[in-house]
């Protein structure tokens, strides 16, 4: 036992030692740091104006939105991905040291801790945002612990799930199919309520996520209560209940977990192997989402273009071999904020802009940078910049034609204007083209970092800031020119957009000259 929270313990203090080896990342964690707490710290600092997005009526359907959309991520990742327990060094230890298998799983319990913390950290700066400052410094420190609690149990139901599927082959994709059902239901459910509250989208939300039946649903309505108790200040009616039971199955799933009786030394050593070659590839700045994802490879047929187009041809090719260009896990991350918007009464720029948002986030894991690892792209004889474009496009179009989908259901619910909504589009695609351009860039001069954390914060740090022209822009011809149409200030923006993003194409256009750059 001794042994495991030692391990522990220097795997933490080596992480933080990580962190602040260097100035440039040292400051960067400062600059990481002071984002995620840019919320509380403008609630400190200016409380008398930060009033939040959603207003008293939609904090309770705001604090289920952010509860469900990284709680049902995580869920849908971890049944969908082929995951592991252990890291190649890890297993490597654990499993040739005299330890049983239950300090195993203990030390895989433990290990949990810090990543349920640091995940509930993330959620919770939605919260001063969305809330605004009824979520004061306290009350957020109390969200805190209900996050963590939450995203524990969920950690918790991963592992045994994994250790049970070893057991039980096939139990993954059960449940799978099983959730599916679920969501059907409860989106029937939804329907209903919808159908009769006079078809208005904000009151079927709100009776939905305030009924008695949504708050006595395990965990993640228990932990809606909790989070929306403490807002309206019912500590003892409220809170510290719903916090009692999250903690209490947090300690009896972990109980469950702990006494598992399985052989799973084999399965998890092969998953730590091939774990480390997804690690492997994200030091070398060729991340694949696709890598960890449970598919089948179907045959297909698709036809190849000559020269630098070869490239896209063959990513177009793989898509269809791994099925559905535009899958299910494509749309999630938009349909959630357009959920939250319908049932927070958002109207159709607010909805856009957060779906805008969801999209940097699917750029930053984007894996046209993998295409830049190969040799074969260096030897094609066509220009660097023309590579460059065609190894890109085939992750601009999946994700504008996800993405559009989105605003277009957006535009026709939120009774947007055909012309607006076609504008909102072009809009779209000219982020699109921002985000990936400013990630192209963002490699092209720090391709050579191993630091894949820091590399991927950098990414997205400089997509956020490729978008503030735009924004400025539309600002600027709102307030001191006056321009209130939608469409006339959407307009400028695709322009700024686009030229920064031939701005960005044409500064990394050396990227694929010698393949030495990449090393």
Same mark, same amino acid.
């Given at each position: ?26 400051l960067l ?9 840019s ?15 959603v ?37 490597? *230890?654990l499993?040739s ?8 799983l ?24 969305l ?9 957020l ?10 995203i ?65 649903f395990?965990?993640f ?10 807002l ?30 399985v ?7 092969l ?25 089948k ?9 000559e020269g ?8 177009f ?18 349909? *959630?904020?357009?959920v ?6 958002f ?6 802009t ?5 999209m ?13 690892r190969k ?42 204007g055909?012309?607006e ?46 978008a ?5 822009i539309? *600002? ?44």
């Amino acid at each position: 036992m001794n042994a495991v929270v030692y391990l522990l313990l220097r795997q933490y203090a080596n992480r933080i030692r990580r962190l602040f080896r260097k100035p440039l990342n040292a400051l960067l964690t400062i600059i990481a740091a002071l984002f995620i707490l840019s919320g509380p710290i403008l609630m400190l600092v200016i409380p008398e104006f930060y009033e939040g997005l959603v207003g008293a009526r939609g904090r309770e359907i705001a604090v289920a939105g952010v509860q469900l959309f990284i709680g049902m991520t995580l869920i849908l990742s971890s049944l969908s991905q082929q995951g592991g327990l252990f890291t190649y060094s890890e297993a490597s *230890i654990l499993f040739s040291a005299p330890l049983t298998k239950r300090t195993v799983l203990l030390y895989s319990t433990l290990q949990s801790l810090p990543g349920s913390i640091l995940t509930s950290i993330f959620m919770c700066f939605y919260f001063p945002w969305l809330i605004g400052s009824a979520m004061t410094p306290l009350k957020l420190l109390a969200t805190l612990l209900v996050m963590a609690l939450l995203i524990f149990c969920i950690f918790i139901l991963y592992y045994y799930i994994y250790i049970q599927d070893i057991a039980h082959e096939g139990l993954k994709k059960r449940l799978k199919k099983y959730l599916l059902i679920f969501f059907g239901a409860v989106a029937v459910i939804y329907a209903v309520i919808w159908l009769t509250n006079g078809h208005d989208f904000g009151e079927a939300a709100i009776t939905f996520f305030t009924s008695p039946f949504y708050n006595a649903f395990p965990l993640f309505g228990w932990a809606k209560w909790a989070v929306a108790a403490l807002l309206n200040d019912q500590f003892i009616t409220g809170f510290i209940p719903a916090t009692l039971l999250l903690l209490v199955s947090a300690f009896v799933l972990a109980r469950i977990y702990y006494s598992q009786d399985v052989d799973f030394y084999e399965k998890a050593q092969l998953d730590s192997i091939r774990l480390q070659k997804v690690v492997d590839a994200l030091r070398n700045n060729g991340y694949d989402a696709a890598g960890l994802t449970v598919k089948k490879v179907v045959k297909a047929k698709g036809s190849f273009r000559e020269g630098a187009a070869a490239i896209m041809s063959r990513q177009f090719l793989e898509m269809k071999k791994r099925g559905p260009m535009l899958a299910f896990r494509d749309f999630i991350n938009g349909s *959630i904020y357009l959920v939250v918007g319908l049932a927070v009464g958002f109207d159709f720029t607010i909805v856009f802009t957060m779906i805008v948002f969801s999209m940097i986030v699917n750029t930053t894991t984007d894996s046209w940078n993998a295409e830049f690892r190969k040799p074969y792209i260096y030897l094609i004889p066509e220009s660097p910049f023309r590579k460059l474009m065609y190894a890109v496009l085939p992750s601009i179009v999946k994700n504008m034609l996800a993405e559009s989908i989105i605003v277009v259901i957006a535009a026709i619910l939120l009774g947007a204007g055909a012309r607006e909504a076609v504008f909102s589009v072009l809009l779209l695609a000219a982020y699109t083209l921002l985000f990936t351009s400013a990630g192209v860039f963002t490699y092209r001069i720090m391709g050579h970092m191993t630091n894949a954390v820091l590399l991927m914060f950098m990414r997205l740090m400089f997509i956020m800031a490729a978008a503030i022209p735009g924004g400025v822009i539309a *600002i600027v011809l709102n307030l001191a020119a006056g321009i209130e149409d939608p469409v006339m200030l959407m307009i400028p923006v695709i322009l700024a957009n686009l030229l920064c993003s031939l701005l960005f194409m044409f500064l990394s256009r050396k990227l694929l000259v010698q393949s030495e750059l990449m090393n």
